[in-house]
């Protein structure tokens, strides 16, 4: 079996952002042959223009963005909570990712494979963030994981100091949804091998 490469996006910029070690955990427990690899580029998008979304005219950083999206066996959200929603930033990469107006390169997230994933200090964890993200890529036709849902509650009580994720239930779920990711990843190649 190949290995299945999936391209991770976390939404926050922050440093040391509970998010971003939440998917350096998801690398460190990957189940099987599944490499991740962490986009560390967001800060470098610009909000989105449609007057430059064409291939010729896009950012190259854009370009790389959707290059590598594209080319991914599945897609890693981990998202946190900003006034009950997703960060703007991760909103905008998202539609970058989400057009093909000239109707020759293909849209990145249609029927892409994805797991949402989030982490905040909040009683509720991300469950309003997640649930906002899930409707947006519900527009963009990505075929999410619909369970388990991996909301890290209190997060600052389940990393260490060094970002390591110390959890033993946020651990296994976390373990669950990358089975679940790969269970998409299978069935996409299968559909189009079928094609």
Do not use: C
Not at 27 to 41: C, L, N, V
Not at 154 to 161: G, L
Not at 174 to 186: F, H, P, R, S
């Amino acid at each position: 079996m190949s290995v299945s490469k999936v391209f991770a996006i976390s939404g926050s910029l922050r440093a040391g952002s509970h998010n971003t070690h939440l998917l350096r955990a998801a690398r460190k427990f990957t189940p099987g042959d599944m490499e991740i690899e962490i986009f560390d580029g967001l800060r470098e998008i610009p909000p989105y223009d449609r007057d430059l979304d064409t291939p010729e005219a896009r950012p190259a950083v854009v370009n790389e963005l959707r290059r590598r999206v594209h080319e991914a066996d599945g897609l890693l959200i981990a998202t946190p909570e900003y006034n009950y929603s997703i960060p703007g930033v991760l909103k905008n990469a998202i539609d970058w990712l989400s057009t093909d107006w000239s109707g020759t390169e293909g849209r990145p997230l249609s029927r892409k494979p994805a797991a949402i994933v989030g982490a905040a200090p909040a009683n509720f964890g991300s469950v309003r963030a997640q649930l906002a993200l899930r409707q947006v890529l519900a527009g963009t036709d990505t075929d999410v994981v619909v369970k388990p849902e991996v909301l890290v509650f209190r997060s600052h009580e389940r990393f260490d100091e060094e970002g390591n994720l110390t959890d033993e239930l946020s651990v296994s779920l976390l373990q669950d949804v990358l089975t679940a990711l790969q269970g998409k990843i299978d069935a996409d190649r299968a559909r189009r091998l079928a094609v």
